[in-house]
């Protein structure tokens, strides 16, 4: 009995630090997600000596000790402690499943070969007004094409393709302010106490950031592409510098946000009845159609602006579940099923109808169409404003 004992306490601990913990904090428990990039099968950057996955997790686990042996008030929740792959989906699901108050996501960045490029540069989700950060953004998404059915997961996202970045520009991110703020505070650590070069804080459409519900950023370490940056992040002062920066801000981000938080002395507060299931149920969101959409007529040439929901390997019934009660029409793509909702010329009108079902489908993303034809949907933008001008 004593030997089953032992070696049931020896496999808890030898499982926790292969799997990542998802279990929710305490109210009174500030909860961080420390997320290190790539890992397993996906090596993410390489560079003449070092792995980018290997970077990030060294410098994710000092910065978990810094948070755990400093701040007892915290609770640290790593994605992974070890060398191992995790989609991205995934990734986001331990932050929301842990009801975190931050989640951080570590990564090392690259350029092509003969490029060279030094500094660290901080990343909140948004559109990627810059072709550098649309590359970023590519380069770390580009993950989700080692997944398996990663078009399903993905409602056929293309991380490769920059139509599909077009989504991150009508996202509304309760949770901007909060991330430019610790974004802002990481930059200015990299400056001060690594002795970096601050490349910024910038917006680009990172997976991993579109589905978690708190503050988050993806941090860029530096470049593994480069010599001097790549031995540097690679050693020990270099992992203890950049972490030790990443734990100051993140101190400075967690007493500013419990200053805001605390409780003020009150009146005598009423309580609020607990919600009923029926309350519950009533504040489901639901679809319903918009009553201007402009649907195109017979022969109409113009730009035809639908709202991609979901992708499928294999043909849905009528009535799938996946879709989720929408009324929903498919094209053909590369093998795939691809579910679409809406069908007009008034790009605004479809810019209202992916704003109506985003609590449904969260990475929905607008498509265009010339007849049967798939076209690219900024050129279809630009001719719908084209003819709205006139």
Do not use: W
């Not at 990343?123 to 970023?136: D, F, H, I, P």
Request: aromatic share 8%; proline share 4%.
């Amino acid at each position: 009995m004593r030997t089953i004992q032992l070696f049931i306490a020896f496999l808890g601990i030898l499982l926790s630090g292969l799997l990542p913990i998802e279990a929710a904090g305490t109210k009174d428990e500030f909860v961080v997600v420390i997320d290190a990039g790539h890992g397993g099968h996906d090596p993410g950057a390489i560079g003449k000596k070092a792995r980018e996955k290997n970077i990030n997790l060294s410098v994710a686990l000092a910065v978990g000790k810094l948070i755990e042996e400093n701040c007892a008030d915290t609770r640290v929740v790593y994605t992974r402690k070890t060398d191992i792959f995790l989609p991205l989906e995934r990734r986001a699901r331990i932050a929301n499943n842990a009801k975190a108050d931050l989640f951080i996501s570590i990564h090392t960045n690259a350029l092509p070969k003969g490029k060279i490029a030094r500094g660290a540069e901080t990343y909140t989700l948004g559109m990627a007004r810059a072709n550098e950060n649309l590359e970023v953004a590519k380069r770390e998404n580009s993950v989700i094409l080692v997944e398996e059915n990663y078009e399903e997961h993905y409602a056929g996202f293309n991380p490769n393709s920059s139509e599909s970045y077009i989504m991150f520009e009508f996202m509304q991110d309760k949770y901007m302010e909060q991330s430019v703020k610790l974004a802002k505070l990481i930059q200015t650590q990299f400056r001060t106490t690594a002795k970096r070069i601050d490349k910024g804080v910038h917006q680009a459409g990172f997976l991993v950031l579109r589905a978690t519900s708190m503050p988050s950023v993806l941090i860029e370490l530096g470049y593994i592409s480069t010599p001097d940056e790549e031995k540097y992040l690679n050693s020990s002062n270099g992992v203890a510098n950049m972490s030790r920066s990443i734990y100051n801000a993140f101190v400075s981000y967690k007493d500013q946000q419990r200053k805001k938080t605390t409780p003020q002395p009150t009146a005598k507060t009423e309580k609020q009845a607990p919600e009923t299931p029926t309350d519950t149920a009533a504040k489901q969101p639901t679809v319903k159609q918009t009553k201007k959409e402009e649907a195109p007529k017979e022969g109409d040439k113009r730009p035809v602006f639908k709202v991609q929901i979901f992708a499928s390997s294999q043909l849905l019934p009528n009535g799938s579940s996946k879709l989720k009660g929408v009324k929903a029409t498919y094209y053909k793509e590369n093998g795939m099923f691809k579910y679409t909702y809406g069908n007009t010329t008034d790009y605004n009108e479809i810019l209202r109808m992916r704003k109506q079902i985003s609590d449904k489908f969260k990475g929905a993303f607008i498509v265009a169409f010339r007849g049967e034809k798939k076209i690219d949907v900024q050129e279809a933008i630009h001719e719908f404003k084209q003819n709205s001008n006139k």
